[in-house]
Structures are given as C-alpha cells and as structure tokens.
C-alpha cells in the first residue's frame, strides 16, 4: 500500500522504532491472551476490566496534561521544572485518591455495582500514581529524543505484565493476579526512562527552583484549562460503558463484554494507528496551503480502508462464537457473540477515525472537543434508555454499537466539511 510507505529518514525510523514496539506488545498481548482466559474466569476478568475502567477515567488528571508542555518548553530548565510540576501534581491526586477511597471507596464502589474491587480499592492509587509517572517520563524522553528507551519500556511491559498474570494466575491468586499484572506492567519502564535524567542530567535537578515552578504553572495554565477536560470526555466516553454494563448486567457480562471489546479492537488499533499516523505525517507535510490535496489523499486512504477491514469484519460477525470458543476457551463464547454484535462500531471506527487528524492539521480543537461531547451524549442516552426499558445486554449492545458507528460517521462528515470550506476559501 504506497500511502503507508514512509520516507528513510531519522524522523521515520524513530516512528517505526515506536510502533514496531506497541505493536510487538499488543501482538504479545493477543496471542497470550488465550492462556489468560483459561486460568481466569469471566467474573475474575470483569474485575480488571472494571479497574481498568475506572482507573482509565482518573488518569485524565494524572498531571492535569503539565507533561504536555514537557517536550515542547524553551529550555532544559523550564522542562525539569515543568517534569518537577507535573510529579508534585501527581503526588497530590494520588493521595486525594485515597483519602476518597479510604473514607468513601466502599460507598462509591457499590454505587457503581463493583462491590468485587472493594478489596482492591488501595490499589487504584498505586496504579493512578504508576501510569501517571509513566507518562511523565515518556514526555521527557520524548524532549531527549530518547526513542529506543521508550520502545523498550514497551516491550517489557508487555513481557512482564503477562508474565505476571500467568504467574499469579497459576498460583490462584484470582482476580488480584489480574489486577496486579496490569498494574506492574504499566508502570514497568519508569526506571528505565529516570536512568538517563538521574545520571547524565542530574545537574538539571539543581535549577529546579519555586519561582520556576510558579511561571511553569501559569506559563502552561491552558493545558489543565483545556487539554485535561477533552482527555477526560474522551477517557469517559470511552469507559462509562463499562461502568453501566457492570450496574445494569453485573461482573461476568462486565468480563465478557471486557474481552470481546479489547481483543475486537487490538489488531483494528494496531493497523489503524500506524496508517492515522502515516496520514498525519504525509496531510502535515501537504500544509494548510493545500487542502485539496489533503482531501484527495483521505479519501483514497478511506477506500483502501475499507477494502482492507471488510472482511476480517465479516467472518468476525457471523463466526464471532465460534472463533471465540476455539481460541479461549467454551466459557469465553458469550464473548465472541458481544464481538459479533460490535463489528459495525469496529469496523466504522477503523475506516474513519485515521482520518480524524484533520481536526488537529487544520486547528479545530473546539470542533473536536464538541465532537467528544456529543459522542458521550450518546452513550449516556444509550445507557439511559436500557435502564428505562430494561433492555436485554444483547439489544443494549446493538444500540450502543449503532450509536458509535453514528458518531465515527459524523466525524468524518465534519471532517470533510472542514476540507470543503478550507478549499472554498483558497480558492476565493
């Protein structure tokens, strides 16, 4: 496919470094997956499913989206003073987390029918504060050009986090083993990225300064103001789902529901993610000068799109049981049923949302954010409808799914309007 070729330059081997190391972890995720859902049940499943969840939804404020600022400030001693900013910031969430949890974590828990994490709820804050500094030495490294620490922290997050989850699976610790595996296996890396700041840079650490800080805060306000609600509708969005089938449905739909969505997704999220990026790369590159250009190229990158996601989407619908049942395991064929009921938002998803970096190449975040809005919109009133009528989780799946796939396809009809009157207006 000649749009996903890329240029041999530094800029595309870096780029094939990073997705050469996601993609080794989410084909390592996939394929051991089957080993996973035969030592754990879909209740024990559900359990990190639901974690996972609620732990998606928080770490929207892991550094009130500071780490952003990171790669992109003046100077090393702004950024260690940002980095600094950033890890206070998430020192204090961490702790508010658990003092929530401690004096209301049991109240919340049940309100959302997770009563199952009430033993695990001291956990929340540990991973909170885990991926959180995670991220933040990601965006430094990033700020150092320091591509293949990244990619191994990639890899051994994945060797490890399943490692994990098979070890302790084995040895019957239950749904903690989950729990602990994703938790561990987030946050390994973390050494590996400090390693070069605490040795070659460790002179940095001594202009960290509180007036510095001050200006950081203010300097950067539009981040927290801005980027941290839009990452939060995303996150919850993309989450809240989750938490509803747990209320509605109860822990095992909740496990079921958790692996038909994740593994549907992973190999859609693997090639759909390099080919989002290429296109971000070559319509970047195009400029805003050339609009026309850049709508002939999503359009050509659309049907090749389709072509390529129709099928596996097909026998995904009609044979979702089957292939579930064989590759996880009889108890696990529920969730192939789920994966079959999902295949029109999967496959809408694939084809439409590499095209979405529009939004960003033309500068419409407003329009994106209020995209995200109405996509949460949707599912609230999706959820909302199936507690009023007491649907079925099967016909509260298809609605869901028909809802998604509405959204995907709003956002490429905005998407395209944004070309159209980008054009008009060159053309003018």
């Given at each position: 496919?000649?749009?996903?070729k890329l240029p041999k330059s530094k800029f595309a081997r870096n780029a094939i470094m990073l997705t050469g190391g996601a993609a080794f972890a989410q084909i390592l995720n996939t394929a051991l997956s089957p080993v996973i859902t035969r030592i754990y049940t879909p209740e024990e499943y559900g359990v ?235 319509a970047a590159s195009i400029g805003r000068n050339n609009p026309q250009a850049v709508k002939v190229l999503s359009n050509k990158i659309l049907k090749k799109l389709i072509l390529l996601g129709l099928s596996p989407m097909i ?114």
């Amino acid at each position: 496919m000649r749009f996903m070729k890329l240029p041999k330059s530094k800029f595309a081997r870096n780029a094939i470094m990073l997705t050469g190391g996601a993609a080794f972890a989410q084909i390592l995720n996939t394929a051991l997956s089957p080993v996973i859902t035969r030592i754990y049940t879909p209740e024990e499943y559900g359990v990190l499913t639901l974690f996972t969840a609620l732990l998606g939804i928080i770490s929207a404020f892991n550094a009130l989206s500071y780490d952003s600022a990171i790669p992109i400030a003046d100077d090393d001693k702004k950024a260690i003073n940002t980095l600094f900013l950033c890890i206070m910031i998430l020192l204090f969430g961490t702790l508010a987390f658990a003092i929530i949890l401690y004096f209301l974590g049991d109240i919340l828990l049940a309100l959302f029918q997770a009563e199952q994490l009430v033993n695990y709820k001291y956990l929340i804050p540990i991973g909170f504060f885990g991926t959180g500094l995670y991220t933040i030495l990601t965006k430094w490294s990033f700020r150092k050009k320091n591509f293949g620490a990244i990619t191994v922290t990639k890899y051994s997050q994945s060797i490890v986090g399943n490692a994990t989850k098979i070890g302790l699976g084995l040895l019957s610790f239950g749904p903690v083993g989950l729990v602990l595996g994703r938790i561990i296996g987030q946050s390994v890396g973390i050494g590996t990225l400090a390693s070069p700041l605490l040795k070659k840079e460790k002179n940095l650490l001594k202009k960290i300064n509180k007036e510095t800080l001050i200006w950081s805060a203010k300097r950067y306000v539009r981040f927290p103001l801005y980027t941290t609600p839009t990452l939060f509708f995303l996150s919850f969005s993309g989450q809240i789902p989750i938490i509803f089938i747990s209320m509605l449905y109860g822990q095992e739909v909740v496990g079921l529901y958790g692996l038909a969505i994740t593994i549907t997704f992973l190999p859609m999220t693997l090639v759909g993610k390099s080919i989002e990026d290429v296109f971000y790369g070559e319509a970047a590159s195009i400029g805003r000068n050339n609009p026309q250009a850049v709508k002939v190229l999503s359009n050509k990158i659309l049907k090749k799109l389709i072509l390529l996601g129709l099928s596996p989407m097909i026998i995904l619908a009609i044979f979702g049981p089957t292939l579930f049942s064989f590759a996880f395991g009889s108890n696990w064929s529920e969730a192939g049923f789920y994966a079959s009921l999902l295949t029109l938002y999967v496959f809408s998803h694939f084809i439409f949302h590499p095209i979405s970096s529009i939004f960003f190449i033309f500068e419409k975040q407003k329009q994106h954010l209020v995209l995200n809005i109405i996509n949460l919109l949707f599912v609230l009133t999706v959820f909302v409808i199936a507690f009023i009528l007491s649907l079925n989780v099967y016909m509260t799946i298809i609605i869901f799914s028909i809802a998604k796939t509405f959204v995907e396809i709003l956002k490429y009809i905005l998407a395209q309007n944004i070309l159209n009157k980008e054009i008009k207006s060159i053309n003018l």
